[in-house]
């Protein structure tokens, strides 16, 4: 494909340039340059000294690139799954899309239209195989459209190149006379084989022939990849906000969903602009759920993070994070219940201050209390089991646990007295102690260990406050004391 929004006329011939090991050469072509025999590769002196006519021009052979990562993506409003192919064209799997548009020859001519409407020129074929389309979007009519039956014989006009084969190999099928792929249809097999058995796939005309003519499979996506619910909008003008066709398209997703039995955690909505960029922003549900008017509501503060551009003429709506989802009965009066309504207060408040905002304990894997308890974004999903703990653990746990001066300790005990924010306690009751060792994988050397107890003063109120360290450990002087929380 070629940017033609500055492009001399067609008849002139023009080439793309990149360094190459003994000065520039040829990287791209336009039409007018191939009939005249200038060919990708060959060095410029040479072909200026054959065409003293031709325009150069040097290539942004990364800025081309990524402008054909970011047609990859725009060209998915005509099927689900598309793929940069080399750097100089795409593969579409239109399996079950073209009805859509009316059959092939009318998703080609719509094609062509988009594409000309971003200054590009293009040749477009369909065929059953990867490689028989390679061929004749490259050799063949400009819009060409090949059915399983006629595979052979179109094929067999078109010039040898048409098989992906590297030039040495080209140049040896050339040598032998065997210029069209129809001539090489014609040599027996087993010449072939003896010829190329050592070959790889690139150097093997046989078994290039072969996926071209679908006699080995060379499939575009993988079999095991799930089918993609997702549901769009088309519009006739460029508009710049979405917000009016939201609920149609959460209703005719939810409605996809519902037929299947699923559910979704996340929502994808994008936007195809006229100038061939995409935009797309993602909500997240902390419950899978099919509920249109919730789905919705998600989309309220974002939608205005979109960067319309121009206007954009085509609006896709995709599930993510698909879950089988079970009807339940929440109660036998009708009402829902309370679970729900928290799950969905999460994804508004997430959705509005960010996902990160919104958090929830989460259990760890360590015997260590600080560390035992984390918090995560609530949107997050599980992915290891929770640790139930089976020790009693205070309601309330410090962040950082708070030394207290004590006055007076029972020997293995916990202080008979102590100060703590100014007040002095005296406990009448106590259990424990729960010994904690450190954790030397995690702690710096020379960490001590830990006795909890679990301690009631006269007037009731119950803490948890452990001593760190023993008398004569060899850790540090002597053990000091810490309130770690507190019960009800």
Not at 29 to 53: F, H, M, Q, S
Not at 157 to 167: D, K, Q, W
Request: proline share 7%; glycine share 8%.
């Amino acid at each position: 494909m070629e940017r033609n929004g500055t492009a001399p006329p067609d008849d002139v011939p023009v080439v793309l340039a990149r360094d190459g090991q003994h000065g520039p050469v040829v990287h791209a072509t336009n039409r007018a340059a191939r009939i005249l025999g200038v060919n990708a590769g060959a060095r410029i002196v040479d072909t200026k000294a054959i065409c003293p006519e031709l325009q150069i021009e040097y290539a942004d052979i990364g800025g081309d690139r990524r402008a054909l990562d970011n047609l990859v993506l725009w060209a998915r409003r005509w099927c689900p799954w598309s793929v940069r192919d080399g750097d100089d064209g795409l593969i579409l799997d239109t399996t079950g899309s073209d009805h859509l548009m009316g059959g092939e020859a009318a998703m080609l001519r719509e094609m062509e239209t988009q594409l000309s409407l971003l200054g590009l020129t293009s040749r477009l074929a369909v065929a059953p195989t990867w490689g028989a389309a390679w061929a004749l979007a490259r050799f063949g009519p400009v819009r060409s459209v090949c059915g399983l039956d006629e595979t052979p014989w179109k094929l067999g006009a078109l010039p040898v190149a048409g098989l992906r084969l590297n030039e040495e190999t080209l140049l040896l099928l050339r040598r032998l006379g065997l210029k069209t792929i129809g001539a090489v249809m014609d040599v027996p097999r087993l010449s072939l084989t003896r010829r190329f058995v050592k070959a790889a796939l690139h150097a093997n005309p046989l078994m290039r022939l072969d996926q071209a003519l679908g006699k080995t499979p060379e499939p575009v996506a993988s079999i095991d990849a799930p089918p993609r619910i997702h549901v769009q909008t088309k519009l006739p003008e460029p508009i710049q906000d979405p917000t009016s066709h939201l609920p149609e398209l959460c209703e005719d997703l939810c409605e996809q969903l519902s037929h299947t039995g699923q559910g979704c955690r996340q929502l994808h909505l994008t936007v195809y602009k006229t100038d061939g960029e995409v935009s797309s922003i993602t909500v997240a549900t902390s419950a899978t759920t099919r509920d249109p008017n919730h789905l919705h509501a998600l989309f309220r503060d974002k939608v205005e993070k979109i960067n319309p551009g121009f206007g954009f003429d085509l609006i896709t709506l995709t599930a993510g994070g698909v879950e089988p989802l079970q009807l339940v009965q929440n109660s036998l009066d009708g009402g829902s219940d309370d679970d729900l309504h928290l799950a969905r207060l999460v994804d508004r408040l997430s959705a509005r201050f960010g996902a990160k905002t919104v958090t929830r304990p989460v259990l760890n894997q360590s015997h260590i209390p600080e560390r035992a308890e984390g918090q995560i974004a609530a949107l997050a999903v599980m992915d290891r089991p929770q640790i139930a703990t089976p020790k009693e653990r205070p309601i309330r746990l410090f962040d950082h646990p708070e030394e207290v001066r004590v006055l007076y300790a029972v020997p293995e005990g916990p202080p008979a007295q102590f100060i703590w924010r100014r007040q002095t306690y005296k406990v009448a009751r106590y259990t424990g102690p729960e010994r904690i060792a450190p954790e030397w994988w995690k702690d710096r050397a020379g960490a001590r260990l830990r006795d909890y107890f679990k301690v009631e003063d006269a007037q009731g109120r119950r803490i948890w406050l452990y001593r760190e360290g023993l008398f004569e450990d060899g850790r540090g002087g002597d053990p000091r004391w810490f309130v770690h929380g507190c019960f009800a």
